[in-house]
DNA sequence: GCGGTTACTATCCAGATGGATAATTAGCCG
DNA sequence: CGGCTAATTATCCATCTGGATAGTAACCGC
């Protein structure tokens, strides 16, 4: 709450609880069909209200959409701060930090599978909507991933010559890919990922692949 | 060419050379904008045809959706089959085989990031096309790819209790995701993963990070 | 060349969609 | 209560979409 920030569309006041379901319906609409073929109308009655209420309080689809993805990296930014418990557990130790966050990160994509659908569907040309988008939630906090990534591959937890730029995405990749595909894991093997126990077996074996206990800052992996 | 398996949509015989383009443009039109947003008009004004002409051909959307997937996944099964040289190269060595894969498969991946986009736009809930679609393409292969993760696993080249499922989707998302996401990393970090030498970095870094050199049949990594 | 099948085009249509606008209701200040 | 603004609904509209159909051109065995 501390730090919401100012939804731009919302031209009015509106009740925070419609808003949320607004929202909420939107991020699922938008992530099933793409902006294209998402319809207001259909996020309207998915919200329970009347197409012409959402076009009042958000002028336009476009604004709509912002408004949407702006609620999606809000929520994003509140369910990974590190809390002060974790904070505490993690206490000096880069690499138990990271392995935090990564498990911290594997449960957000589990439960919130629409953000990385969103951000692929977007992704497809470099849009005026993505640059909009990106430029006002992404740039900042990409450029201390960056960094701290740049860490790990000079205290030799990544490969020595390796860019940043491949590790994010490979790390962000593995962690989303198996919850943004869950129905077709279930279809293809049987294997349903969104249980408790596949997330959490998940996000072990992210942490085990990636940043396993025994990883040390040595310098073991130089090829 | 040996094994083109029949296009079932196609209910007569069309130039080879107009098949391919009309499939193209429609991969490339259901991965821009997903198959709802996606228009019969725009696939055919892609290709440099009339409207009309595709529904000739395949009689519905749906069909022309299904023949477009199964041309994917046939060009893929194509452009990841080992070569001889390839076979030779790797002989008897699995953990060699298994980099060469991966270098062959991040290759893919950046080729054709519709592959990824398509299917994930699909993947929104276990609907009648994906599972269909599953069912001809992805099925048989997939319990292939399975057992070898089973058998990496085993080897103690990924960790030892991790699910076969889990780090069959790592894996993919690891070397899928940069590729799917290129538009963001132009804009949020100004990398394009699409050069050359980006797509051969990541491919090292790929296999250095789940199949380096060094990684022998041992049990090092228990937990 | 001719009949007929196949390939392709030109139109038409009903339904849906984003958006605009008018009509109605609710809330609020006095 | 009365006026006024904001919230919400009800309609309307131009456009686009998948699909249907009728008409035309090309091909082919004879």
Redesign the pocket.
Known sequence: MQHMVEIEAA?????ED?RIAVLDAALKEFAAHGFGA?????IAARAG?????I???Y????RLWFATVAFLFERQREELRFTDEELQRGRGDKLEMFRIWLRKYVRYCARHPEHARIMMQESVAPSARLEKAIAKHLRGGHAIVRKQMEDHIKSGLFPKNARPESVIYIITGACQNIFALAPEARLSFGYDPLTKKAIEAHAETVVAMFCPPGAQVNTKRKR
Chains 1, 2 share one sequence.
């Open positions: 031209s009015s006041r509106i009740g419609t998402a319809t207001i109308r259909d209200l009347s197409h012409g209420m076009r009042y309080h002028k336009t689809k476009e």
